[in-house]
């Protein structure tokens, strides 16, 4: 394999980097500066809104890893993520893992980190490149940052973000980077579809089956601009800077604009039933998901000329039955490429009592859980990173506090089997991380 990494200098896309080159692989890594590369990686240097500078870090490349920026402006993750599946496509790239860094609602929404990623993935999948996108939950590296640790080290006091009751399969950098490699290589048949791309999914939870959904445009068929998939956001008066977005608005004000049905007329890929966030259990279970008839290999139903060939793709003909569409077992239908997901997660899920009363035990020491209030937490963000990427990234913990108790739970189990591999314990990770010099 000679594999591209993207985001090879971050946090998340440093740690697959490093565990490739010490696998052995070929690794390059798209930088812009070409600082900060872990060792043995080839610095490619680039910006991802330059397509020809993309072009060129794929060149020769046969698989990628992609994680994109702290950046939810939809235009600009559209031009990154255009810029990315258009030169994977030109490559070659015989697969793609796509690092969502969050998981995804099964319910459309109005939050920008959610939905730029979501059709991102839609984008890659309809290239025809085969994508597997990973989706994680929160990592635990987060609480290494000086604004966890401090408190914990100094005040026994767990402070994050979320309530207290939340499950959250809390996942390493170093267990995401083994989930990544085993993604690069896992078997199509282990994967599941994935199946939730379109957010408009769960706009039209009855599938129309009648014949006139055969004869969509062929326009229908590509993703829609990230602006019209999240509307709201794309008009600059609902931006998520901290200045528009009232410290007392909701998730419930965002989804009184204007409805994404309204934008995203027709498209096939809704034809498929949404599905509730699925755990892997449910994923990868052919009896479950596949009549018989339709237990037909990925790798069989998506050939490379259906991949690339327009006119196959718009035909009717050529598109599944409405019996096939509306089966959860059509992951070639998904797009015109091959898409699979996992959602992936660490080996312990816990709520932030939980997790608190687990660093009690390994630091022998009493640590309670307090959830952090989410106008502190953006105001902190603010700080570090700048009112309109802390909104963004806010947004999300907003939305998990409202509606999305269940976005971070998962099966590790169903997961280590699915991708062939063992997760870190909760404990081993808390041990191994030096909390006090964490703390200063
Ligand atoms: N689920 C969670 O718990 C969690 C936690 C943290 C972050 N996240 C999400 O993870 C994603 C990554 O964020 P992060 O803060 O972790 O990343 P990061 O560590 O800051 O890394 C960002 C990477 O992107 C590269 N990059 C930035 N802009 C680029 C551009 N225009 N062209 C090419 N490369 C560019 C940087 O490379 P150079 O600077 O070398 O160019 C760097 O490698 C975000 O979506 C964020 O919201 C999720």
């Known amino acids: 394999m000679n594999i591209l990494v993207i985001g090879a200098t971050g946090a998340q896309g440093g740690a697959v980097a490093r565990r490739l080159v010490d696998s052995g692989h070929a690794v390059r890594g798209l930088t812009r500066s070409g600082a900060g590369l872990p060792p043995g990686v080839t610095p490619v240097t680039g910006d991802l809104a330059d397509a020809s500078a993309v072009r060129a870090a794929f060149d020769g490349v046969t698989h990628a890893s992609v994680v994109l920026p702290m950046v939810f402006e939809p235009s600009v993750v559209e031009t990154y993520i255009r810029n990315i599946a258009e030169?994977?496509?030109?490559?070659?790239?015989?697969?793609?893992?796509?690092?969502?860094?969050?998981?995804?609602?099964?319910?459309?929404?109005?939050?920008?980190?959610?939905?730029?990623?979501?059709?991102?993935?839609?984008?890659?999948?309809?290239?025809?490149?085969?994508?597997?996108?990973?989706?994680?939950p929160l990592y635990l590296d987060n609480l290494c940052a000086p604004?966890?640790?401090?408190?914990?080290?100094?005040?026994g006091v767990l402070r994050y973000p979320l309530p207290a009751d939340v499950p959250v399969s809390w996942l390493s950098h170093a267990d995401l980077a083994t989930a990544t490699i085993a993604a690069l290589t896992a078997p199509t048949a282990d994967l599941a579809p994935a199946e939730d791309l379109d957010p408009t999914a769960d706009l039209n939870p009855t599938p129309d089956l009648t014949p006139t959904a055969d004869l969509a445009p062929a326009a229908a068929l590509a993703p829609p601009s990230a602006a019209a998939v999240i509307p709201t956001l794309a008009s600059p008066a609902a931006d998520l800077t901290a200045a528009a977005l009232p410290r007392?608005?909701?998730?419930?004000?965002?989804?009184?604009?204007?409805?994404?049905?309204?934008?995203?007329?027709?498209?096939?890929?809704?034809?498929?039933?949404?599905?509730?966030?699925?755990?892997p259990v449910e994923q990868v279970s052919?009896?479950?998901?596949?009549?018989?008839?339709?237990?037909?290999?990925?790798?069989?139903?998506?050939?490379?000329?259906?991949?690339?060939?327009?006119?196959?793709?718009?035909?009717?003909?050529?598109?599944?039955?409405?019996?096939?569409?509306?089966?959860?077992?059509s992951p070639a239908r998904v797009g015109a490429g091959a898409g699979f997901a996992v959602d992936l997660g660490g080996a312990d899920v816990v709520t932030g009592t939980e997790l608190a009363a687990a660093f009690s035990a390994v630091l022998g020491r009493p640590v309670r859980y307090v959830a952090q209030d989410l106008d502190e937490f953006e105001a902190g963000l603010t700080h570090a990173l700048g009112a309109t990427t802390a909104a963004g990234v806010v947004s999300t913990y907003r939305w998990v506090a409202e509606h999305g108790h269940d976005l971070y739970d998962l099966d590790p189990a169903a997961l280590e089997k699915t991708l062939a591999i063992s997760l870190t314990p909760l404990s081993t990770w808390i041990a191994a991380q030096p909390w006090t010099e964490l703390a200063r």
């Open 87 to 136: 030169a994977a496509v030109a490559a070659g790239v015989r697969r793609l893992v796509y690092n969502t860094a969050n998981r995804m609602p099964s319910v459309p929404t109005s939050v920008a980190a959610f939905e730029t990623r979501r059709f991102a993935t839609s984008v890659l999948v309809e290239s025809g490149v085969e994508t597997v996108a990973v989706r994680p």
């Open 147 to 155: 604004w966890v640790a401090g408190p914990l080290v100094h005040e």
């Open 248 to 279: 007392s608005a909701t998730t419930a004000d965002f989804t009184s604009a204007p409805s994404i049905a309204s934008v995203a007329p027709v498209d096939p890929v809704a034809l498929i039933p949404p599905v509730e966030q699925v755990s």
């Open 286 to 329: 052919p009896v479950e998901q596949v009549s018989p008839v339709e237990q037909v290999s990925p790798v069989e139903q998506v050939s490379p000329v259906e991949q690339v060939s327009p006119v196959e793709q718009v035909s009717p003909v050529e598109r599944v039955s409405p019996v096939e569409r509306v089966s959860p077992a």
